[in-house]
């Protein structure tokens, strides 16, 4: 390894450090805290049947909660409830804009922050498998498809003498997320996934705390960008040899 490799590694690593330490302090007890106070019938029933003019979320995520492809929506089933109130948050405030349904600020306005609660909590506690996307399909949508080997090395190792930190840094093996802050990125929709770090690179979005995806992402080519995307929606949850797959207990 070289020099630079080295001295590249250790700026990344104090940087992850810097920015993680005072989110992870600052999240404190209250995700749990605030996840008790959910009504999980009426996150469920905003889910499936919507409410007042706000249509149900299933209309896009899916009856079964894993996204769509063709409409660039993302899995939402299993996510982490302090992620998903927060993007809902966000979407109701204007911190986060949707550029691809062009629906969701709209509809976090029309909940009140406790059916936000709600919805958050219904699709955490909802596990789904990590199915991920059908890349036949995906191609025959005209999306361009990674190299899965070379999405593999990026995620897990990253490429520091480009800037790129491993995806595995904030958000564990193979993306499974590491909760309160960082989200399941393991199974999610690959459209999604190529869509959402390419709004990071370009800073059309913006949400993200510290800054970190825009730091990440505004070093990542295309090629990268659908290569990382191309595993991560198919990447295992578990690792060669050992099946057992993390139980998060804090949302």
Not at 144 to 167: D, F, M, N, Q, W
Not at 178 to 185: N, R, S, V
Not at 196 to 209: A, G, V
Request: aromatic share 8%; proline share 6%; net charge neutral.
């Amino acid at each position: 390894m070289s020099d630079k490799t080295i001295q590249g590694l250790r700026k990344m690593a104090l940087v992850a450090v810097a920015l993680a330490v005072p989110m992870a302090a600052s999240a404190g007890p209250e995700p749990g805290k605030v996840m008790k106070t959910a009504n999980i019938e009426n996150g469920k029933n905003i889910y499936f049947n919507g409410k007042g003019d706000v249509p149900a979320c299933a209309s896009c995520h899916g009856q079964d909660g894993l996204g769509d492809d063709a409409m660039g929506t993302p899995r939402l089933a299993g996510q982490g409830f302090t992620y998903v109130r927060k993007q809902l948050e966000d979407y109701a405030s204007d911190k986060r804009m949707d550029t691809t349904m062009f629906v969701m600020n709209a509809n976090a306005k029309g909940l009140s922050e406790q059916d936000r609660i709600d919805v958050a909590a219904y699709l955490f506690q909802w596990k789904q498998p990590y199915t991920g996307s059908d890349l036949k399909a995906v191609e025959e949508l005209g999306q361009p498809i990674g190299k899965r080997h070379l999405g593999k090395s990026l995620v897990i190792y990253g490429a520091p003498e480009r800037g790129i930190t491993s995806c595995y840094a904030c958000h564990q093996y193979n993306g499974r997320g590491a909760y309160p802050i960082y989200p399941e990125l393991l199974g999610q929709r690959y459209v999604y996934l190529v869509n959402q770090l390419k709004k990071w690179r370009d800073e059309s979005r913006t949400n993200d705390p510290g800054a970190q995806m825009r730091e990440v992402a505004k070093n990542m080519s295309d090629e990268d960008i659908y290569n990382v995307a191309t595993y991560l929606s198919t990447a295992p949850p578990s690792t060669i040899g050992n099946s057992y797959v993390p139980y998060h207990p804090i949302p």
